[in-house]
């Protein structure tokens, strides 16, 4: 994050937003595949979280959207690999500048796979820096209660429709 936020000359926000940042740890479980089909473990989304942080087991099945559609298998390079991921609000605290993941997990094979995730949610309401503003980038999104926005988001609901600015 400190990078991102140094690459954008906008560090000077960085120690406020991450002293409004709320941790939330999830485990996950996807059954083995019956009869050695391959099945959609979860559905295509992005997250809701400001950035994701995600491990899993030896069992691969995340992934990753392409910007031409193309859907590529995160194979980790090693057992302690992790991927992390920008999300809906990164996305809006950005300008839209940071694109969300588009991920899903398509199970195959013949063991039930675990991952944890690392999920940040800002506290507070979230605003788009003035650096991050002009006519190239004109603002896209309207200040917004991230926790509110979480406990709305539901799978096909786009921070756009929650917090866009219409043209």
């Known amino acids: ?17 991450v002293g409004s940042t709320q941790y939330v740890t999830g485990c996950s479980k996807y059954k083995k595949p019956e009869k050695h089909e391959d099945y959609l473990g979860f559905t295509i989304h992005t997250d809701g979280s400001f950035s994701t942080i995600l491990h899993q087991n030896e069992v691969n099945g995340l992934e990753i959207q392409t910007k031409d559609g193309q859907w590529v298998l995160y194979e ?18 950005s300008n839209g500048r940071i694109h969300p993941c588009c991920h899903r ?7 039930a796979r675990f991952s944890v995730g690392l999920f940040t949610f800002d506290k507070g309401v979230i605003h788009v820096p ?3 503003i002009d006519e190239e980038h004109p603002l896209r999104y309207k200040p917004f209660n991230h926790l ?4 709305a988001k539901k799978i096909d609901y786009s921070i756009e429709a929650h917090c866009g600015v219409s043209s």
């Open 1 to 17: 994050m400190k990078m991102v936020f140094q690459n954008y000359g906008v560090d000077k926000y960085y120690d406020s937003h």
């Open 76 to 93: 980790p390079s090693s057992h302690s690999s992790f991927i992390y991921l920008a999300a809906d609000a990164f996305k809006a605290w």
């Open 105 to 111: 997990v398509m199970m195959s094979g013949n063991k």
């Open 130 to 132: 003035d650096e991050l």
């Open 148 to 151: 509110e926005y979480r406990s």
